[in-house]
Structures are given as C-alpha cells and as structure tokens.
C-alpha cells in the first residue's frame, strides 16, 4: 500500500495569488512609517517639517486606513474572482476618500495651533499612499474585465466626489487651496489657455499628418524622406524649438505688421502653437499609417469589387477600419501636447505652465502644483477618455 504525498487545499496558500497588490499594500504600509503625511512650514517660502500619519490624522482615520489595509492584503492571497475584485476596487476607492478627508482634517488641526503664514502642505507620505491606493483600484478594475461604463461610472464618481468634498471646504487649510484661492481668476484664465494651446496644435497636427500618411501610403518612395524629417523634429528639445521660432516669427512680424496684429510674433502663442504641431505630426502621421497599413487586404479587394472608387474605399472601408489605431496615436499626441505647452510658458504663451515656473522662481512646490496637478488630471482624463472610445471602435468594427 503506497501512501500517496498529501494534497494541499487550494483554500490555503502562503505565497500571494495577486502580488501586485500585496506588493502595494506594503509600500503603502512602509510609506506610511517612514514618511511624513503632511508636512508643517513658518511660512510658503521654508521647507516644512514632516509630520507622521499617526500624528496627524485623528484615531478613527487611521482605524479605517488600518482596516482598509488589512482587507486588501487579505485579499492578495484569496481566489480570485471577479467579485472580489469588484469589492477590493471598492475598499480601495473608499481608502482614497478616507486618505482625503484625513488630510483635509490633518491641515485644519495644525493650522489652528501655528501661527497665520503657517502653511500645511501634502507629504510625500501622502502622495505614495494616493498613489497606491489609485493603482489598487486601477489594477482590480482591469482583473474583473469591467466594461467601458463601469470604469466611465467609476471615474465619474471619484470626480464626484472631490468636488463636493472641495465645495464643502474639506480642503481649505491646505497650503494648495490657499494658493488656489489667491489666484482663483488667474487660475481660471490659465486652465483655458491651456486647453485653447492644445486644441490649437492637435487640430492643424491632424489636418496636416492625416494627409502626409495617406500620401505616403500612395507613393511609398515619399515615405523615407517624410518620417526622416518628422523624427528629427522629435530629437528637437522642446525649449530649443521655442527658441529657434523667435527670430524668424519676430521678423515675420516686423516685415507684415498686419500679422503682428493677429499676434503672431516670437513671443506668445504664435510659436508655442507652430513647436506643437511640429512635435505632434511624427505620431499622427505614424498612426495613421500603421492603421491603414492594418486594414485587411480582403476588405479592400472586396470594396474595389463591389465597385467602388480610390476615394470610397478610403472613407467607406480604409479610414473606419484605421481608425481605432489613429485614435490609439491621437492618445500618445494629446497628452504629449499637454505636457510640452507647460513648458511653452517660458515664451509668454500662458497656460498652466506659469503657475509652475513661478513656484519654481518663488521656491514655492504648492505654487509648482497649482500649475501641475491641473495638467496631469487633464493628461490623465483625455487619455482614459480615448482609451474607452478606442476600445468601443475596436468592438464595433471587430470581425
């Protein structure tokens, strides 16, 4: 009678079955030790001090952190399974509001004990913590498969939810809302410069790129010259560029005052709009070649069979098919763009940039946040939007 090795139940597992949770729970854990929450300063101008999460947040935030914690490592090493991972989004999700509204309570208790220059400000503790908390939520959305609506939904909510905490005063003691609350208007006029200097560049980058793609895709010997050129606009520094537009828009002005009257000149919009659309054509243009390039065989032949002209298999057949790659390279330009024309404040362009070059002159970081958070929510958000909608395409038009 041989004796069989005994069978271990699957029920129980000492290595983790989700490690990239574990892993985040306990940077988060080891964050939380050897970081400070928030950090507490005389003044905007001086480096604060690094104040702990056990010191600044009261009892029952750091009860429900704890918990939090304590759930989502557990679940690291359970079955997965799509409810679970609906439920660890969810308790993540409710660790991020819980990290906010600790902070929003952190900063008003430390605000009333100092003096009135006194400024709190978010720790590196903080941002480690948000950050894993985000990644949890993203990593469990993306295991249940979830549908473009529910991650749509999600996003809605966690947007949501900042604001009505923002409306209700959650933030107010914070150095970063007093910095808002400064330049409110200010703030408001820079956002839609912003937005006015990327849609400005994406617009003219697809009316130009779209064309240099089809071309090439016509005549392939137009094709090594073309993407030659575009890539060496890329190897281009983007404060190099900025510069080398000045002399010649200055003297494009000075030659048809007629333009300098529209604004063109080497200063300002004019040659942050024209550095744009320069660094924007070499992914446009690509992608919009690889999505034509994509395009089976088969459903053209069968176009052209049925009778169809160049023109009609272009709109009717090509450009659908195509257009899922060109939106997967529309993705990589609009956040590309978003971040160059920060750096387009250094010649007068305006936008969320001035906020940041201003804090870094001031050595203000809250002031370099005013002026980046903004681009990196408006980078994240157009960047989820046309994910979902490149994900929908790629449904619709899917054999």
Same mark, same amino acid.
């Given at each position: 009678?041989?004796?069989?090795?005994?069978?271990?139940?699957?029920?129980?597992?000492?290595?983790?079955?989700?490690?990239?949770?574990?892993?985040?729970?306990?940077?988060?854990?080891?964050?939380?030790?050897?970081?400070?929450?928030?950090?507490?300063?005389?003044?905007?101008?001086?480096?604060?001090?690094?104040?702990?999460?056990?010191?600044?947040?009261?009892?029952?935030?750091?009860?429900?952190?704890?918990?939090?914690?304590?759930?989502?490592?557990?679940?690291?090493?359970?079955?997965?399974?799509?409810?679970?991972?609906?439920?660890?989004?969810?308790?993540?999700?409710?660790?991020?509001?819980?990290?906010?509204?600790?902070?929003?309570?952190?900063?008003?208790?430390?605000?009333?004990?100092?003096?009135?220059?006194?400024?709190?400000?978010?720790?590196?503790?903080?941002?480690?913590?948000?950050?894993?908390?985000?990644?949890?939520?993203?990593?469990?959305?993306?295991?249940?498969?979830?549908?473009?609506?529910?991650?749509?939904?999600?996003?809605?909510?966690?947007?949501?939810?900042?604001?009505?905490?923002?409306?209700?005063?959650?933030?107010?003691?914070?150095?970063?809302?007093?910095?808002?609350?400064?330049?409110?208007?200010?703030?408001?006029?820079?956002?839609?410069?912003?937005?006015?200097?990327?849609?400005?560049?994406?617009?003219?980058?697809?009316?130009?790129?779209?064309?240099?793609?089809?071309?090439?895709?016509?005549?392939?010997?137009?094709?090594?010259?073309?993407?030659?050129?575009?890539?060496?606009?890329?190897?281009?520094?983007?404060?190099? @560029?900025?510069? &080398? #537009?000045? +002399?010649?828009? !200055?003297? *494009? $002005?000075?030659? /048809?005052? =007629?333009?300098? %009257?529209?604004?063109?000149?080497?200063?300002?919009?004019?040659?942050?709009?024209?550095?744009?659309? @320069?660094?924007? &054509? #070499?992914? +446009?243009?690509? !992608?919009? *070649? $690889?999505?034509? /390039?994509? =395009?089976?065989? %088969?459903?053209?032949?069968?176009?052209?069979?049925?009778?169809?002209?160049?023109?009609?298999?272009?709109?009717?057949?090509?450009?659908?098919?195509?257009?899922?790659? *060109?939106?997967?390279?529309?993705?990589?330009?609009?956040?590309?763009?978003?971040?160059?024309?920060?750096?387009?404040?250094?010649?007068?362009?305006?936008?969320?940039?001035?906020?940041?070059?201003?804090?870094?002159?001031?050595?203000?970081?809250?002031?370099?946040?005013?002026?980046?958070?903004?681009?990196?929510?408006?980078?994240?958000?157009?960047?989820?939007?046309?994910?979902?909608?490149?994900?929908?395409?790629?449904?619709?038009?899917?054999?």
């Amino acid at each position: 009678m041989s004796l069989a090795p005994a069978e271990v139940s699957p029920a129980i597992r000492l290595w983790p079955r989700n490690q990239v949770l574990v892993l985040l729970v306990a940077a988060a854990v080891i964050d939380a030790i050897g970081m400070g929450f928030v950090s507490l300063a005389p003044n905007r101008l001086v480096s604060g001090q690094p104040v702990f999460v056990w010191d600044a947040v009261p009892a029952g935030f750091s009860w429900g952190l704890a918990l939090a914690g304590i759930c989502l490592f557990a679940a690291g090493f359970a079955r997965p399974r799509r409810a679970l991972h609906y439920l660890t989004a969810i308790v993540a999700g409710a660790a991020l509001f819980v990290l906010l509204a600790a902070t929003g309570d952190a900063a008003a208790m430390l605000a009333a004990g100092a003096p009135g220059l006194a400024r709190v400000s978010l720790g590196a503790g903080f941002w480690v913590m948000f950050g894993c908390a985000a990644l949890v939520v993203i990593d469990a959305l993306q295991r249940a498969e979830t549908s473009a609506a529910i991650q749509l939904l999600a996003a809605v909510l966690a947007a949501a939810g900042f604001a009505v905490m923002a409306h209700s005063g959650v933030f107010n003691a914070l150095s970063l809302a007093r910095e808002y609350a400064t330049r409110r208007d200010v703030f408001a006029a820079a956002l839609v410069r912003h937005i006015v200097l990327v849609a400005a560049a994406i617009g003219p980058a697809l009316l130009i790129g779209v064309p240099l793609a089809l071309a090439a895709r016509r005549q392939p010997r137009f094709e090594a010259p073309l993407f030659a050129v575009l890539n060496l606009l890329q190897t281009v520094p983007s404060i190099a @560029l900025f510069g &080398l #537009l000045i +002399v010649p828009l !200055s003297a *494009l $002005a000075e030659a /048809a005052p =007629v333009l300098g %009257a529209l604004g063109i000149g080497g200063v300002g919009p004019a040659p942050a709009i024209i550095a744009l659309i @320069l660094y924007a &054509l #070499l992914p +446009v243009a690509r !992608s919009m *070649l $690889a999505g034509i /390039a994509a =395009v089976p065989a %088969a459903a053209v032949d069968a176009a052209r069979g049925m009778g169809m002209t160049r023109r009609q298999v272009l709109w009717r057949v090509e450009a659908p098919l195509a257009l899922p790659v *060109l939106l997967a390279g529309l993705r990589i330009v609009t956040v590309q763009t978003i971040g160059l024309a920060v750096v387009a404040a250094l010649i007068g362009a305006g936008g969320l940039g001035g906020f940041v070059f201003e804090g870094l002159g001031q050595y203000a970081a809250d002031l370099v946040l005013l002026g980046a958070l903004p681009a990196i929510a408006m980078a994240l958000a157009v960047d989820f939007l046309l994910r979902l909608l490149t994900a929908a395409l790629r449904w619709r038009f899917a054999p």
